[in-house]
């Protein structure tokens, strides 16, 4: 990998988002608009909103960030873009560090938009501190990036990066712990959420609703999460190709 390689990815790929605004908006929006809504939906019993908004808060993030990366780095590939710059003294690993970055930054805003909308409009009522949330919910937007840059390898076209969607995200979704408590789960589902890393991403929010200060918990959680986004933006350097055949 080279730096000045990886910024210059990641500076060509904030270019093309400018002028993208519809993106841009799906992005930084959508997570705002659907835990604004939660919000309002659980108008009547606001300890329900508080007892799953700080959950879904890194949910949200990682589902938008996942959505679009895959579709934005699979429509490199199908429309030559990959092939030219591969062709160039540009390594695998330079390229999706460069996306990592780009959308690793718009993942910040997107976290702080979402977590202060949370805490200080919608009234969040966490006992730990917010910084903690927006920590979790940036390394949720991460592994969403990883997870889209992953999966865009194996899909021919924009139609089977979104059908990836049911097949990565909504099992997580189910066995993350957001329904009912991973511990009451079948001995087989349990083992399967263990692996999961939507499954750390929820415990961590869990700790920061719960505890006022971090505990051993929270932060083994947190090094979960980074993992697994480092673990999958290695695979997806290693699995990415050239054009879509």
Avoid at 7 to 13: I, N
Avoid at 66 to 95: C, N
Avoid at 201 to 228: E, K, R, W, Y
């Amino acid at each position: 990998m080279n730096t000045s390689r990886t910024l210059a990815t990641a500076a060509r790929v904030l270019r093309q988002l400018r002028h993208d605004p519809r993106t841009i908006a799906l992005m930084l929006l959508v997570p705002v608009l659907m835990i604004t809504l939660l919000r309002y939906v659980f108008d009547a019993s606001p300890r329900t909103f508080d007892s799953t908004g700080a959950s879904l808060l890194g949910i949200f993030p990682l589902i938008t960030m996942f959505l679009v990366t895959s579709i934005a780095t699979l429509r490199e590939r199908t429309s030559g873009t990959l092939e030219r710059l591969l062709a160039m003294p540009l390594g695998k690993g330079d390229l999706i560090a460069g996306y990592a970055l780009a959308f690793g930054l718009l993942a910040v805003v997107q976290s702080a938009l979402a977590t202060s909308l949370s805490v200080w409009f919608l009234g969040l009522d966490v006992l730990g501190s917010p910084w903690l949330l927006l920590l979790v919910a940036l390394l949720d937007a991460l592994l969403g990036t990883a997870l889209g840059l992953f999966v865009s390898a194996f899909a021919a076209s924009e139609f089977q990066a979104v059908q990836f969607m049911p097949a990565v995200i909504f099992p997580q979704l189910l066995l993350c712990g957001l329904l009912t408590a991973r511990d009451t789960m079948q001995p087989a589902l349990r083992a399967v959420s263990n692996v999961l890393p939507m499954s750390y991403a929820v415990d961590a929010m869990t700790q920061v609703q719960s505890h006022p200060n971090p505990t051993t918990a929270f932060v083994q959680d947190v090094l979960i999460v980074g993992g697994c986004a480092l673990l999958v933006l290695v695979l997806g350097a290693a699995t990415l190709r050239r054009r879509t055949t």
